[in-house]
């Protein structure tokens, strides 16, 4: 009895500190879902705010959770000199410590998109955050650098994006774009390479090929095939599965466009990617070895598609999705039925849908995130909360709260 009571105990603990922590952008597993049952579902600048903490400037990071304490990648400034991680306490908003890298020469990037793109990730010893050119950096949960590494220089008219990802003692990236891009797996003890798969075809601006223009922006997703970990990592034209071991292409499917700003998005034994800047969308079954695209491809969109930036996801049988134009849908994801269109007046997105049980997020430009009903017969609007600040991030859910980076603050909303 007494040793039942024990392994129930220790169950329990595990899963509630699954449930508890967010460790990289777009959650857990990188599917835009928590293992949580629910999440605040209404708040305001004067109603169920726990606390916010200033940032020093804007930026399209989103926040992660660990424990008792939040992370978010910060820019000092407009110019990118000084980028910086910064560790908050959970429960009161403190900034418990700031680690900041000093970098001077120019890096490109566009207006919209500031020297603080890139998420963090963490684990139960680290936290990891990428800076772009000015390298990557690697410290513990109490401030203390353990490491850091210079990649060599990033160069693209729109800046990097790409977040890490910790897959056991690797650390995980996509690094570009631009005409050095690769992705990489770095030792999580001491940092270094541990292997490099170049990715060919970059370029800095548009390719020389096709006059377009093309990179890939995307965070690597983690997926298990047949009991095997896996590493899926969208490129323009084609998504790439990596053995996260050797750093091995076991597979890829082709038919995607130019543009690789959103995240593979993982269904039941299937793979949906949509394309940004109008390319097409693909959905594809998981697994196989070489080039995939005959035999796993199960659709191809090669219409009209509008502007896509953040990721969506899929829950069941059904793929929701957000544009930059404002529209939200859902689709059958193995066919790309569309099953209903909502277009909230006056929304626009950039921030990623993220959800909670049965209820789904998602934040606009504008800083108002609508929650609605993961519900494919039909639009059905929750609520529609506002924090009066513009924002390009995607909300992190831990432990019954939700943590929102907006242009001036880290916000943690709590339901009383």
């Not at 890298?101 to 793109?117: F, G, L, Q």
């Not at 689709?331 to 277009?343: F, I, M, V």
């Not at 108002?368 to 992190?396: H, M, Q």
Request: charged share 20%; with cysteine; aromatic share 10%.
């Amino acid at each position: 009895m007494r040793l039942s009571l024990i392994a129930l105990t220790i169950l329990l603990f595990s899963n509630f500190t699954f449930a508890d922590n967010w460790p990289f952008f777009r959650g857990p597993k990188r599917t835009g879902i928590s293992s949580e049952s629910s999440a605040p579902q209404t708040w305001g600048v004067e109603k169920n705010i726990k606390w916010k903490a200033a940032l020093p400037s804007p930026g399209n990071s989103s926040p992660i959770v660990w424990g008792d304490r939040v992370f978010v990648s910060c820019s000092e400034n407009a110019r990118g000199t000084d980028r910086s991680l910064y560790c908050f306490g959970r429960s009161n908003g403190q900034i418990l410590w700031v680690k900041s890298v000093r970098y001077e020469k120019k890096e490109p990037t566009h207006e919209t998109n500031p020297y603080a793109a890139s998420s963090p990730a963490a684990d139960g010893q680290r936290v990891v955050v990428w800076h772009g050119s000015a390298g990557v950096y690697c410290y513990d949960h109490s401030g203390a650098e353990l490491w850091h590494r210079d990649l060599g220089t990033f160069n693209h008219i729109w800046g990097y994006a790409s977040s890490p990802l910790i897959v056991g003692d690797l650390i995980i990236m996509n690094c570009g774009p631009g005409n050095r891009t690769f992705v990489t797996a770095l030792d999580a003890k001491d940092g270094h390479t541990i292997w490099q798969t170049d990715e060919a075809g970059g370029a800095d601006d548009k390719s020389p090929e096709t006059k377009s223009w093309l990179g890939s922006w995307s965070s690597p997703v983690p997926v298990t095939i047949d009991g095997k970990q896996q590493v899926l990592v969208a490129f323009p034209r084609h998504v790439n599965a990596y053995d996260p071991a050797s750093g091995k292409i076991l597979w890829y499917c082709e038919g995607n466009g130019d543009l690789s700003y959103t995240d593979p998005l993982i269904g039941d034994g299937m793979v949906v990617y949509l394309s940004g800047f109008g390319g097409p969308g693909i959905g594809f079954k998981l697994g196989g070895s070489g080039n995939v695209t005959s035999t796993n491809r199960l659709w191809r969109d090669a219409g009209k598609n509008p502007q896509r930036i953040g990721s969506g996801l899929i829950i069941g049988q059904n793929l929701y999705q957000i544009c930059e134009p404002g529209n939200i849908q859902c689709l059958e994801a193995a066919s790309n039925k569309e099953l209903w269109k909502a277009k909230p007046e006056g929304e626009t997105f950039w921030g990623s849908l993220v959800a909670a049980g049965d209820t789904i997020y998602v934040t606009s430009q504008r800083g108002n995130t609508l929650v609605f009903a993961a519900d494919p017969k039909e639009f059905k609007l929750i609520a529609k909360n506002s924090l009066g600040e513009r924002t390009n991030s995607t909300p992190a859910i831990s432990n019954g709260q939700i943590f929102l980076r907006t242009a001036g603050h880290l916000w943690c909303i709590e339901e009383k």
